[in-house]
């Protein structure tokens, strides 16, 4: 069965370091997201591409995070510089056209 | 955004029947409704979506109300292994955007 991969599945860093996790999302699926997941809480969408092109990307904290999807196939997601808030979890997912969105096991972020 | 609101919490016990609520009174005439649920340490996983009628799948069921200001995922028979957080989310389009909430958080008891 097709998956959503996403690497590391965990990562620490100092902060104030540059960190960046990848995303490959199922064959075939135009729609790709990233979410980010704080302890306790439901997922926070930080970016979503259709293709290359964003089409939200209204909660990124654009000073340190960038998103890139340069072929529209895998993704990358950067922060730089780290802070201590940043620790989450950080989850890709994908979909085709209007179907269901399929997660990735996320990469578990620990900034120290 | 529409909002949803769900109990924070919910017990079951194994092989009994679990209805889980959700109020969506804001929900406007073309959002969908959609149950994700996320076990353990894992990204959320699709259950099922509907627009006006109840919808079945192998999962769960999904009985919406007339009005559509309510729904609730039904599980026919817990497991153990349906112990997650349930996550009931509205958008605009089938699955444009999906801005989760703080979910259902549902104990399965053997």
């Known amino acids: 069965e097709a998956e959503v991969a996403q690497s590391p599945r965990y990562k620490i860093t100092e902060k104030s370091q540059a960190v960046a996790f990848w995303c490959d999302p199922i064959s075939g699926h135009a729609t790709l997201y990233w979410y980010r997941q704080i302890l306790g809480q439901g997922p926070e969408l930080l970016v979503q591409?259709?293709?290359?092109?964003?089409?939200?990307d209204s909660q990124l904290p654009k000073d340190r995070f960038s998103a890139e999807r340069l072929k529209g196939v895998d993704s990358t997601l950067k922060i730089q510089p780290a802070e201590l808030g940043d620790s989450a979890m950080y989850l890709c997912?994908?979909?085709?056209?209007?179907?269901?969105?399929?997660f990735g096991q996320g990469t578990r972020l620990t900034v120290v | 955004d529409a909002k949803t609101t769900q109990p924070n919490s919910m017990e079951s016990n194994e092989e009994e029947p679990v209805h889980l609520p959700c109020n969506h009174s804001t929900i406007s005439g073309t959002d969908y409704i959609h149950w994700y649920r996320q076990l353990p340490s894992q990204g959320p996983e699709y259950v099922i979506h509907g627009l006006t009628s109840n919808v079945n799948n192998r999962m769960a069921s999904l009985a919406i109300a007339e009005d559509r200001k309510s729904s609730t995922l039904i599980l026919h028979r817990a497991t153990l292994r349906d112990a997650a957080v349930y996550y009931c989310?509205?958008?605009?389009?089938?699955?444009?955007?999906?801005?989760f909430g703080t979910g259902t958080r549902l104990q399965v008891f053997p």
């Open positions: 989310i509205l958008s605009l389009l089938n699955t444009d955007k999906l801005i």
């Open positions: 997912a994908s979909s085709f056209l209007d179907t269901e969105a399929f």
């Open positions: 591409f259709q293709d290359e092109s964003v089409v939200d």
